[in-house]
């Protein structure tokens, strides 16, 4: 049924404009995350920046975490100094975590959502040569992060009743990569947690959700191209033609995702993994 297609009590079409459930529909669209208050990690670049605008967009408060405070700051300014906020955090690092949660409730009032973004990339590496100070790294940025960031959130949306958390992983975390051996592993424990506490905190009104991106054209791609075996240019043309929809993904196709699995219109949706990928993982 299209919108001139609406009919009233009396079977009358009904103007567009004038039409209830289509009306509110659209309102919501636009406003999806109205008076929510939000941490995105990762949010001074790529996917994570994109993620912090987009909610700012539907209408929430954010806080915008990142190990490079100038970029954080410098993201938040460029959307709204009223209603984001820059901020440095490790999110490798309990003690950043914890002040970072605090923080954020002491400025806000609470947490409703939770997106964890930040990661680090790696470089093809043969497991012989993998220094154990590297792997704890990966695995300390892209999946601890989900343990300590929740670990300190979680009591908060206890407490309010409720909340939605959305972890980034990547394809990779579910088709693996030869040489990206830590990396694959930071992906699949963030989905692997992702889905345990997705049946923790169902009974706490607490949906916890991951969105897998595909090879993304933000500047961590380059983290994992050897520039001296293959230049930058090449290896995107090599990751687009892996791609069957074939083009790199852009940080705005992952951020809509994100709304969605944030939003109220997956109020369903607990322990999904969500593929923006172009169908690589397939
Ligand atoms: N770009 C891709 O091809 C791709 C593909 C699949 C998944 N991902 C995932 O998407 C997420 C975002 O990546 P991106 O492509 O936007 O990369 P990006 O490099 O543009 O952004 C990552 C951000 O994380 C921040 N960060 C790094 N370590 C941190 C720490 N310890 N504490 C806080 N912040 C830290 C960086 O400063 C940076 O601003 C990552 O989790 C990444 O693994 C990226």
């Not at 009919?7 to 309102?27: M, V, Y």
């Not at 993620?51 to 190990?67: K, P």
């Not at 470089?123 to 343990?147: C, D, M, P, Q």
Request: net charge neutral; charged share 20%; glycine share 10%.
């Amino acid at each position: 049924m299209t919108l001139t297609e609406a009919s009233g009590a009396d079977g009358a079409p009904r103007p567009a404009s004038t039409a209830p459930i289509h009306g509110e529909h659209d309102a919501m669209r636009n406003r999806l995350l109205e008076g929510k208050r939000a941490i995105v990690t990762g949010a001074g670049s790529g996917i994570g920046r994109a993620i912090a605008a987009l909610f700012h967009a539907h209408g929430a408060q954010v806080v915008l975490a990142d190990l490079d405070a100038a970029s954080a700051q410098a993201a938040a300014q460029a959307l709204d100094a009223a209603r984001c906020h820059g901020r440095q955090a490790d999110v490798a690092s309990e003690a950043s975590v914890r002040a970072l949660v605090e923080s954020t409730v002491a400025r806000l009032g609470g947490i409703d959502v939770l997106v964890n973004c930040a990661g680090v990339p790696q470089r093809y590496t043969v497991i012989e040569a993998l220094e154990e100070a590297h792997w704890e790294r990966i695995l300390g940025v892209n999946a601890k992060s989900v343990f300590l960031t929740c670990k300190h959130a979680v009591p908060h949306m206890k407490r309010q009743g409720g909340g939605t958390i959305v972890n980034i992983g990547s394809i990779v975390g579910v088709r693996p990569k030869p040489g990206q051996n830590a990396y694959c592993a930071s992906k699949a424990a963030v989905i692997a947690l992702s889905q345990s506490l997705a049946l923790e905190l169902a009974c706490d009104g607490i949906r916890v959700n991951v969105v897998n991106p595909g090879a993304a054209e933000t500047p961590m791609l380059a983290g994992f191209v050897d520039p001296a075996r293959t230049p930058l240019e090449e290896a995107k043309r090599s990751f687009a033609s892996n791609i069957p929809m074939g083009a790199l993904i852009q940080p705005d196709d992952v951020a809509e995702a994100v709304l969605y699995l944030a939003s109220p219109l997956s109020r369903q949706v607990t322990g999904a993994v969500f593929n923006v990928d172009g169908g690589r993982g397939v």
